[in-house]
């Protein structure tokens, strides 16, 4: 059992940048790949990130690439994301994700467990 705990969200302005935590329980932290998603109001939970299980390999979501990074310490049972030049376009819940599923997900059936959600809010 992994339980994943969110911080580090909150109401930032256009164009500032933003840093989330996901800090994992457990000691099979590093057996996972991570993904990052969001759910905006009325719409439907959507992917954003992916690392895998060393932190050797990112992929990401076309309306975040260049602007978002994935990392994460192992030795810390913790995966981040970094969001930079922020858009009103990406305020939604976000959420962590943890999946054994070798390669990368992007689909939220491969993930077995989740955090508990953060609020991000960009302003224009």
């Known amino acids: 059992q992994v339980q994943l705990v969110q911080s580090g969200g909150g109401l930032v302005q256009a164009g500032d940048s933003l840093r989330l935590f996901c800090v994992a329980s457990g000691r099979t932290f590093s057996s996972y790949a991570m993904g990052w998603f969001r759910q905006a109001p009325g719409k439907e939970r959507e992917f954003v990130a992916h690392i895998n299980w060393s932190g050797g390999s990112t992929f990401y979501a076309d309306s975040v690439k260049g602007r978002f990074t994935v990392s994460r310490d192992n030795a810390k049972n913790t995966v981040y994301l970094q969001m930079s030049s922020l858009k009103p376009e990406d305020t939604a819940v976000y959420y962590c994700?943890?999946?054994?599923?070798?390669?990368?997900?992007?689909?939220?059936?491969?993930?077995?467990?989740w955090g508990q959600g953060t609020q991000v809010t960009v302003s224009s």
């Open positions: 994700a943890a999946t054994l599923a070798f390669g990368v997900e992007v689909g939220t059936q491969e993930y077995i467990y």
